[in-house]
């Protein structure tokens, strides 16, 4: 395959081979390779018809020594497998995922972008509801695909600041609802809101449905702020537990910083120094203005991104790219 890799966007590029793993019987198959992208879906199956849906995000990377790493990936099946029990269906076991996650890369390896394009080779893993069914209610069969795609990178350019406008008028997730799952129906349901947000060439954050008072999360992202010496990022039972939220609170308390994940209220973004979107896709988009058009408020954090969340996006990215150790075996360096 002919790839320009400085080209990428974050969009899709057809892989050769995705992976795919049928449940039958209360049984998963083993993961197979096909070039078949279609699926042969019954026009009643429960992904269609009632949203049985859970999806993923993971990364591999080509490392400066040439070694191609994958990052955190059981926290990707972890997570999955959690999401796959918010939504009534068979969770995919993390040996089962991870088999599928290798041999998708094993299949498509001229795919993983050369070391300094800044692209990386991202896998979207999908668990979709197959049994046809009119009457409300889960399906008994799923299916289990792997989708490889390079990726270009987030910041093509320099690491830049997005704005981003408080949103009251639609609610990602209810509080007890199925925002801690990584699941197609919350991000079908913020669309209203983040796709008038990006006409706005802005991003959306999402407050606390119950009451607007407390942030909840951005768009497709955890928010992280910075006040003090202190790393702040909500708590909720209505956001993704994000893996690189994750990664950066341990990475912010080796660095000294104070972790602190409880609610937070829009109005204290008034004394941060510091503000950012968190996750695989751009690792920390950092933020320069919250605008919060209802009650005519602007938070602002400077045009340029901050030097706590700047030194904390290189420490990730250092790990992710073997160009620093990784103390925590966050990586797996794969191997055929
Ligand atoms: C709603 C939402 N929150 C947070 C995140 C960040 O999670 P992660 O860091 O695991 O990619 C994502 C992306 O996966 C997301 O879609």
């Given at each position: 395959m002919n790839i320009d890799w400085s080209s990428l966007g974050f969009h899709y590029t057809e892989p050769e081979y995705i992976v795919r793993a049928g449940y039958h019987n209360g049984k998963w198959e083993e993961p197979y390779a096909t070039t078949d992208k279609y699926l042969h879906l019954h026009v009643s199956a429960t992904c269609l018809q009632y949203g049985q849906e859970a999806f993923e995000g993971l990364k591999a990377f080509r490392g400066i020594d040439g070694k191609i790493r994958i990052f955190r990936w059981k926290e990707n099946a972890k997570r999955m497998a959690k999401s796959a029990e918010g939504l009534f269906m068979a969770p995919v076991p993390e040996e089962l995922f991870g088999r599928a996650i290798h041999l998708a890369l094993e299949k498509n390896l001229e795919l993983v972008p050369p070391y300094g394009t800044g692209a990386t080779l991202y896998f979207r893993p999908l668990l979709i509801g197959t049994t046809p069914r009119?009457?409300?209610?889960?399906?008994?069969?799923?299916?289990?695909?792997?989708?490889?795609?390079?990726?270009?990178?987030?910041?093509?350019?320099?690491?830049?600041c997005t704005t981003f406008i408080v949103n009251r008028y639609v609610d990602r997730a209810a509080p007890y609802g199925t925002g801690q799952f990584k699941v197609g129906g919350n991000y079908a349901s913020s669309f209203r809101a983040t796709e008038a947000a990006h006409m706005m060439g802005c991003d959306c954050l999402f407050l606390d449905a119950k009451q607007h008072k407390f942030i909840d999360e951005c768009s497709a992202a955890n928010f992280i702020g910075i006040k003090g010496n202190e790393y702040l990022t909500p708590k909720s039972s209505a956001i993704l537990p994000s893996i690189t939220n994750d990664s950066l609170m341990t990475l912010a308390k080796e660095m000294g910083l104070k972790v602190t994940r409880r609610r937070i209220r829009l109005e204290e973004l008034a004394d941060m120094s510091e503000a950012a979107a968190c996750g695989t896709a751009c690792v920390i988009s950092p933020i320069d203005k919250v605008e919060d058009t209802e009650k005519g408020v602007t938070y602002s954090f400077g045009d340029e991104p901050g030097p706590v969340l700047s030194k904390l996006y290189h420490a990730l990215k250092d790990i992710q790219y073997g160009r620093a150790e990784d103390k925590h075996g966050w990586t797996e360096v794969f191997e055929i």
């Open positions: 009119l009457g409300v209610g889960p399906g008994k069969d799923f299916e289990f695909i792997v989708i490889p795609s390079p990726i270009g990178p987030y910041y093509p350019g320099k690491f830049h």
